[in-house]
């Protein structure tokens, strides 16, 4: 089951910006979990993630619970994505249960309503399930070998840089905002990426190859002076030249929505925080996508693994 504690609301709006759903967590954080909440679910399968045991599903409202959304659920039992691909119709039993300052959530019980390729007999004549497009305004999926954009930022130091600069290199980037306060998320992401760019800094082949950038989503706040200090005691304190190798950095408001849509990011202003999901990507020597992740189920090894992997398939 994945804990969820800043992900974010998602409402239907023309163009490619996206949000997700926001589950409000007003629970304390030492509280013992509440009885889980079961409702009726219902969706149309776009994508598959075997690795964390989810699926982004296209879902019709849950009524009592929330509105028609597209987003990423979890599957309590793993072999149920093994029965799925995109493009097929089902429906399954979701549980909500809220946990101290977390809330998780996942399916069972799967059932197909359609499957990919059945057709079915209407009094309107017979239909065909075709495989699942993207449902408008849902989420974008960063696709391995999909070239990158050249977003413009403005880091630690007040310089502007962007992802061009690192062409050559492995350039690995995450989302953070410095206020979060949610220990599930962007300081756990915080701490992974800093074990990642120990083990970078350890590893004098692949260590150079490579450059890391925690980007905030919270330009009005989190200013080069602000992201500098956090920077500084992520790196544990130590020299400010280490920024050399991971940098922090924020986009200005009015790139920050494209920036967030290509890399599946969904970030909501709720009662003076920011409500959000999480996303990092590993983008090749030659700006493509060569890795992303939409959540928190990675290991700073494996991200460095796949560094590697992208180093080398790109020579």
């Known amino acids: 089951m994945r804990s969820f504690s800043c992900s974010a609301r998602r409402t239907r709006v023309s163009g490619a910006v996206?949000?997700?759903?926001?589950?409000?967590?007003?629970?304390?954080?030492?509280s013992k979990p509440s009885p889980p909440q079961q409702y009726q679910f219902s969706g149309r399968i776009v994508s598959i993630d075997p690795q964390s045991s989810s699926a982004i599903i296209d879902g019709d409202e849950v009524k009592g619970f929330m509105p028609a959304m597209a987003m990423s659920y979890k599957f309590?039992?793993?072999?149920?994505?093994k029965q799925l691909k995109p493009g097929d119709v089902i429906s399954a039993d979701l549980f909500v249960q809220k946990n101290g300052d977390q809330q998780d959530y996942w399916l069972e019980n799967l059932r197909f309503v359609r499957r990919l390729g059945e057709c079915v007999s209407t009094k309107n004549g017979t239909t065909c399930t075709e495989p699942a497009a993207k449902?408008?305004?849902?989420?974008?999926?960063?696709?391995?070998?999909?070239?990158?954009?050249?977003?413009h930022l403005v880091n630690q130091d007040d310089k502007k840089i962007s992802f061009d600069r690192y062409r050559a290199k492995v350039l690995l980037i995450t989302f953070i905002y410095t206020r979060c306060p949610f220990p599930d998320f962007c300081p756990r992401i915080t701490q992974k990426f800093a074990e990642v760019?120990?083990?970078?800094?350890?590893?004098?082949?692949?260590?150079?190859?490579?450059?890391?950038?925690?980007i905030s989503f919270d330009p009005e706040h989190d200013t080069p002076k602000v992201l500098r200090a956090y920077g500084i005691q992520s790196l544990g304190g130590q020299p400010a030249e280490n920024f050399v190798h991971w940098e922090f950095a924020t986009a200005s408001p009015k790139d920050l929505p494209k920036l967030a849509d290509f890399f599946g990011l969904t970030i909501q202003p709720d009662s003076g925080l920011i409500t959000h999901s999480l996303s990092t990507a590993v983008i090749g020597p030659d700006g493509k996508i060569s890795k992303w992740y939409h959540g928190s189920d990675w290991e700073p090894a494996t991200l460095v693994q796949d560094a590697a992997n992208a180093l080398h398939t790109s020579t």
Do not use: W
């Open 18 to 30: 996206v949000l997700l759903a926001i589950f409000s967590l007003t629970a304390a954080c030492n």
């Open 76 to 81: 309590k039992v793993a072999g149920d994505l």
């Open 135 to 151: 449902p408008q305004g849902a989420m974008h999926i960063p696709e391995e070998g999909e070239e990158v954009p050249d977003f």
């Open 197 to 214: 760019n120990r083990q970078l800094d350890a590893d004098k082949a692949l260590g150079p190859q490579t450059h890391l950038i925690s």
